[in-house]
């Protein structure tokens, strides 16, 4: 199975036990962390890129579920922040699909979210960081 990323939301009273650890050990899946806010007694959440058996998957998350976590899918979309784009236009030569592009006869550097497939290649091309990744869970 190709790497599937999500979000956990962990409620305050289950925050501390070790379901992560459980899913690798239990559920022979692999975990990377994208990004984790957790703390004591306090509602949780991570996002989480897990790979392994597509039966072992569903069966890990269905374990997290039991356990009271909210799982949800991730969506993410990169979004610019304007107020710091110079349309400089150094973005639109890293971007390999051309959702970033120069506009003409403007001259306006613009964003095409359809086009763009969130590979994050031109976070790092930016000399101002007017583009950054939104993570967002859904149902
Ligand atoms: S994330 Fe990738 S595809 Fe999307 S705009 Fe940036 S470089 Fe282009
Ligand atoms: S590299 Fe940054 S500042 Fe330049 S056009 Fe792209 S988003 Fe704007």
Do not use: W
Not at 79 to 99: E, L, Q, Y
Not at 107 to 114: F, P, S
């Amino acid at each position: 199975m190709s790497p599937k990323k999500i979000v956990l939301r962990f409620p305050p009273q289950i925050v501390d036990r070790p379901l992560i650890s459980t899913l690798v050990k239990d559920y022979d899946l692999m975990i990377s962390i994208v990004k984790a806010n957790i703390n004591p007694y306090k509602e949780g959440s991570m996002v989480v890129e897990l790979t392994g058996d597509p039966d072992n998957y569903n069966q890990g998350l269905d374990f997290l579920r039991d356990q009271g976590v909210r799982v949800e899918d991730l969506s993410e979309d990169i979004v610019r922040i304007m107020d710091r784009c110079t349309h400089c236009g150094a973005c639109t030569s890293s971007c390999p699909t051309g959702a970033l592009f120069i506009s003409r006869p403007s001259m306006e550097v613009i964003l095409d979210d359809e086009k763009c497939v969130v590979c994050g290649v031109c976070l790092k091309t930016c000399p101002v960081k007017a583009i950054e990744v939104n993570f967002n869970g859904k149902n």
